[in-house]
């Protein structure tokens, strides 16, 4: 496992953007898939984007398009870009990591062993 902690959060309007980014500690970050989840009140917590260690990148269908995954290995950073936000996307955004490649599992919350404390995103209409 590895720390992780999330910062950008923020209240927004519709249509604004946001830049949400991870800090990871510890060594061995470029070996690391990392992804970002959210969980509105209510709901499940759900897959939004992941980059592989390869660079490799998803979005759920809701963000593609609009969002942009991006890491920093020497800053130990991964950063999660939302333009066009929607009052839909409001909801607490998680980022998440583990060593290594975890195959076409990588929507699952169960694939992954770090997760940061979250932090909020709000869009008003």
């Known amino acids: 496992q590895v720390p992780l902690v999330e910062s950008g959060g923020g209240l927004v309007q519709a249509g604004d953007s946001l830049r949400l980014s991870c800090a990871a500690s510890?060594?061995?970050?470029?070996?690391?898939?990392m992804a970002w989840f959210r969980q509105a009140p209510g709901k499940e917590r759900e897959f939004v984007s992941g980059?592989?260690?390869?660079?490799?990148?998803y979005y759920s269908d809701s963000v593609k398009g609009r969002f942009t995954i991006s890491r920093d290995n020497a800053k130990n950073t991964v950063y999660l870009e939302m333009n066009n936000l929607k009052p839909e996307d409001t909801a607490v955004y998680y980022c998440?990591?583990?060593?290594?490649?975890?195959?076409?599992?990588?929507?699952?919350?169960?694939?992954?062993?770090?997760w940061g404390q979250g932090t909020q995103v709000t869009v008003s209409s």
């Open positions: 998440a990591g583990r060593r290594g490649d975890i195959g076409g599992v990588y929507y699952f919350p169960a694939a992954y062993d770090s």
């Open positions: 510890g060594r061995s970050f470029n070996s690391y898939t």
């Open positions: 980059v592989r260690w390869t660079g490799s990148t």
